[in-house]
């Protein structure tokens, strides 16, 4: 059975979680995760950032597939307009490289990870690292990537 890589996307304005990882059948391997720290820099500069890491991020891990958090509820319209810029970034790099896009909601991947859909980030980070086996700390933006593409993975294989 061929392995498939699938990349893991949180997206955010001033933080984007981003994760690797294989899937051959129903084994899942981790393969990378970080976050990309886009700080204070003005608005459209971090939105060139987070396109130039992922060119050079998707040319160097060759992921088959992207998986990306779907727009939630926010409480402050500004943050959300951001949020839905910067995502929608992270969304024309992976279309340019040519990989299908997938999407689920935070409630789905925290379902899918834990089996509560109202997870707290802690329990989504430990069941995370658990799955993967995962032996050292990971920022909570790169765990939040983790689980996105362990969300997509049981749904390609519909466990």
């Known amino acids: 059975m061929a ?3 699938i990349l893991g996307i949180d997206p955010g304005s001033r933080y984007m979680g981003y994760a690797v990882i294989e899937q051959e059948g129903s084994r899942l391997r981790y393969v990378d ?25 998707l040319e160097k891990m060759q992921p088959d597939e992207a998986a990306f958090e ?4 926010q409480k402050f319209a500004d ?3 951001k949020l839905g810029h910067a995502r929608g970034v992270a969304i024309v790099a992976c279309a340019r490289f040519g990989m299908p896009l ?19 980030k802690t329990q989504v980070a430990s069941m995370v690292r658990f799955i993967l086996g995962v032996r050292h700390d990971l920022p909570v933006d790169a765990t939040d990537a983790l689980a996105i593409a362990i969300c ?8």
Request: aromatic letters at 12%; hydrophobic letters at 35%.
């Open 3 to 5: 392995s498939v890589r």
């Open 33 to 57: 995760a970080d976050r990309l720290v886009l700080g204070d820099a003005p608005f459209t500069q971090r939105l060139l950032s987070i396109d130039a890491f992922l060119n050079g991020y």
């Open 102 to 120: 997938f999407e689920y909601s935070p409630t789905d991947v925290k379902q899918s990870v834990t089996s509560y859909g109202r997870a707290e």
């Open 152 to 159: 997509h993975a049981n749904r390609r294989t519909g466990c």
């Open 79 to 81: 943050a959300a307009i």
């Open 70 to 73: 779907g727009i939630f509820h």
